[in-house]
Antibody, heavy 115, light 112 residues
């Protein structure tokens, strides 16, 4: 079964760090670029970061640049998002998404940044 | 950034009627390879988004034939011919022709 399963969300204080993970299964993970996309409560979708299929290139949104780092381990079929210096405005559901054209989404993991 | 605007933002529809959602871009979405990377997503309440249409008019596997996409350049439309109860939710257009990828604000479809 083709699926993406995110984990690692939780409640964290402003300024702290959190690491999200996404486990991929049912397809050849190493052939696909991967994104993180987030959705603040009651809001629309916001692209966060992308990593090339082989990890050779990574890009992130201006809103998270310098604080969030996307990475992947193709040997373990996993995608990660290291989030540092978290802000209240980073509160959102974070989705792991396959491919440049976003053809498959995980169920999401919730991050709440609050003091 | 390529800014996407959608209209309407709210769309009450009667079951069985047709519906259309417009997505307009601040820049042409034709890429140098000739493709137009404009896609449509549907998000039901409490669920993850699901891609319906890719590159303007290509329906994803399992998407009912009542959904169709059209348009070119900067103007695009998602059409639903004969809305069903399961079609409620928010519809987003998204582009990845230009960097960074951007989404429209979403159109909320509800049944009257």
């Amino acid at each position: 079964q083709v699926q993406l399963v995110e984990s690692g969300g939780g409640v964290v204080q402003p300024g702290r760090s959190l690491r999200l993970s996404c486990a991929a299964s049912g397809f050849t993970f190493s052939r696909y670029g991967m994104h993180w996309v987030r959705q603040a409560p009651g809001k629309g979708l916001e692209w966060v970061a992308i990593i090339w299929y082989d990890g050779s290139q990574k890009y992130s949104a201006d809103s998270v640049k310098g604080r969030f780092t996307i990475s992947r381990d193709n040997s373990r079929n996993t995608l990660a998002l290291q989030m540092n210096s978290l802000r209240v405005e980073d509160t959102a559901v974070y989705y792991c998404v396959r491919a440049e054209t976003m053809d498959m989404w995980g169920q999401g993991t919730t991050v709440i940044v609050s003091s | 950034d390529a800014v996407l605007t959608q209209s309407p933002l709210s769309l009450p529809v009667t079951l069985g009627q047709s519906a259309s959602i417009s997505c307009r871009s601040s820049q042409s979405l034709v890429y140098s390879d000739g493709n137009t990377y404009l896609h449509w997503f549907h998000q039901r309440p409490g669920q993850s988004p699901r891609r319906l249409i890719y590159k303007v008019s290509n329906r994803d596997s399992g998407v009912p034939g009542r959904f169709s996409g059209s348009g070119s350049g900067t103007d695009f439309t998602l059409s639903i011919s004969g809305v069903e109860a399961e079609d409620v939710g928010v519809y987003y257009c998204m582009q990845n022709t230009h960097w960074p990828p951007t989404f429209g604000p979403g159109t909320k479809v509800e049944i009257k």
